[in-house]
Structure formats: C-alpha cells, structure tokens
Antibody, heavy 117, light 108 residues
Framework: EVQLVESGGGLVQPGGSLRLSCAASGFMFSDYAMYWVRQAPGKGLEYVSGITTQGGSTYYTNSVKGRFIISRDNSKNTLYLQMGSLRAEDMAMYYC??????????WGQGTMVTVSS | SSELTQDPAVSVALGQTVRITCQGDSLRIYYASWYQQKPGQAPLLVIYGENNRPSGIPDRFSGSSSGNTASLTITGAQAEDEADYYCNSRDSSSSHVVFGGGTKLIVL
C-alpha cells in the first residue's frame, strides 16, 4: 500500500525547535519530489517547503526561510522538516505530500505542531 | 509569488450541478489540481492535469480551464460531496507551488 506517515509533532515553546519525519512506503520514494504543507486550525492549506528527488534543490515559503530546513534520506525512504525559532503562527497540522508533477497525489495523515508557552 | 483566489463558500441542491472556480495568473501556464478535504481528514486529490481523475474518484467530478480560471464541476452533487475544496498549481513566478484559499461546498 502506498502511504506516507508523519511523526514528530508536539507541543513546543516559542523559539523552540522540532523535527518532523515522514516515512514513505509502497512506492519508489527517490522518484518523487516531496513537499510539506501545513494547515493552521480552521484555516486553509499552505505550502511550506519542497525538495527535489535527490535533494539537490529545496524550496521554502518566505515565512519559514532561514528557520526551517527540508531534507530527505532516500536510503530510509524518509522526508524531514527541521523547524527552528518556532512562532505562534507556525502552529498547524503538518502534512507531507508526494508531488506527481501536476498535483499532490498522496498525503500523510498529518502531525500537529503546537507552539505555546 | 502568484495567488489563487476561490470563493469562500458555494451551495448546491442535492443532485444538482455545481461549479467551483479558482483564479490566478499561474493558471494561464499550469493546470490546476483540486483537493477535497472533509473535517479531520487529509486532503484528497480529485482532479489533476487537463481533466484527470485518480482511481476511485467518481466521474461526477470533472475539471476545466480557460484563461486564468480553473473550474471543478460536480455533476449531480451528493451529500458526501459536502467538504472543503482547494485548488493548487505551480507558481508561475518561482519554483514553488501555491494553494487557493479553499471553497466550502454546502449540499442542501
């Protein structure tokens, strides 16, 4: 079965750090660009970051540049998002998603990040 | 960066046809993809490319595009179609992707 499973979310204080993971299974992970998409409570979907198949190029929305780092380990079929200097506005459900070139065809169930003191 | 604009909410009577639209400059270059999201669930791809449905998506869902506007049409809306719908495309001015703000579909 093709699936993505996120982990690593939780409660963190403002200014803190967290690393999210997304374990892929059922497909050739290294063949696909991967993205993180987040959704604040009651809000819409927001692109956060993307990475090409071999990790050679990475992309970030402006609000997380310099604070978040996306990476992948194709030998472990895992996508990561290292988040630092977390702010209240980063609080959201974080989804990893597989980019098939013209859409995100596979999504994980999400992992919740809560930023609060 | 580009933006995609959607109406916040649309309603449709059970069994009728509804069109959900998405506007943005990037749609002049790239096709939109469409996602359905029900409460407490992850988004689900329903339309991608010119007008393609992933396996398992009912054929009452279809997509179209003209100029800077993409549309998702549900022909014969069912109660289970009540959900939030998001459009998405590549960003025409960068290597990013962009999402619309979402449309809440209410089935009456």
């Amino acid at each position: 079965e093709v699936q993505l499973v996120e982990s690593g979310g939780g409660l963190v204080q403002p200014g803190g750090s967290l690393r999210l993971s997304c374990a892929a299974s059922g497909f050739m992970f290294s063949d696909y660009a991967m993205y993180w998409v987040r959704q604040a409570p009651g809000k819409g979907l927001e692109y956060v970051s993307g990475i090409t198949t071999q990790g050679g190029s990475t992309y970030y929305t402006n609000s997380v540049k310099g604070r978040f780092i996306i990476s992948r380990d194709n030998s472990k079929n895992t996508l990561y998002l290292q988040m630092g200097s977390l702010r209240a506005e980063d609080m959201a459900m974080y989804y990893c998603a597989r980019w098939k070139g013209d859409g995100f065809d596979i999504w994980g169930q999400g992992t919740m990040v809560t930023v609060s003191s | 960066s580009s933006e995609l604009t959607q109406d916040p909410a649309v309603s449709v009577a059970l069994g009728q046809t509804v069109r959900i639209t998405c506007q943005g400059d990037s749609l002049r270059i790239y096709y939109a993809s469409w996602y359905q999201q029900k409460p407490g669930q992850a988004p689900l791809l329903v339309i991608y490319g010119e007008n393609n449905r992933p396996s398992g998506i009912p054929d009452r869902f279809s997509g179209s595009s003209s100029g800077n506007t993409a549309s998702l049409t549900i022909t014969g809306a069912q109660a289970e179609d009540e959900a939030d719908y998001y459009c998405n495309s590549r960003d025409s001015s960068s290597s990013h992707v962009v999402f619309g703000g979402g449309t809440k579909l209410i089935v009456l």
